[in-house]
Nanobody
Framework: QVQLVESGGGLVQAGGSLRLSCAASGSIFSIKAMGWHRQALGKQRESVAGIKSGGLTNYADSVKGRFTISREKNTVYLQMNSLKPEDTGVYYC??????????????WGQGTQVTVSS
């Protein structure tokens, strides 16, 4: 099995910064891609940023220029700058993992709350 553990959420004022981390562990052969998603209260979960094994990144239009996704081994980071109240939500990490003894599968973390006050 594979576990994803997020950390780094919290309360910050508008204009501030936070850095989220997500560490993958368990029966991992390789990770094809990792990403961050968020869900605001009463809204659907949306993709925020993703990074593939070759380093190719993508971002939601709403965070381009403010957020930066990066990865080191089995940990993915999301540096969030110039935060806005509309960035508030639960942030989830996900990973497309090829297991040591299994095919590729998608895993999710438990989520970390980010609250941006105005």
């Amino acid at each position: 099995q594979v576990q994803l553990v997020e950390s780094g959420g919290g309360l910050v004022q508008a204009g501030g910064s936070l850095r989220l981390s997500c560490a993958a562990s368990g029966s991992i052969f390789s990770i094809k891609a990792m990403g961050w998603h968020r869900q605001a209260l009463g809204k659907q979960r949306e993709s925020v940023a993703g990074i593939k094994s070759g380093g190719l990144t993508n971002y939601a239009d709403s965070v381009k220029g403010r957020f930066t996704i990066s990865r080191e081994k089995n940990t993915v980071y999301l540096q969030m700058n110039s935060l806005k109240p509309e960035d508030t939500g639960v942030y989830y990490c996900n990973a497309d993992v090829v297991g040591r003894y299994s095919d590729s599968a998608d895993y999710w973390g438990q989520g970390t709350q980010v609250t941006v006050s105005s």
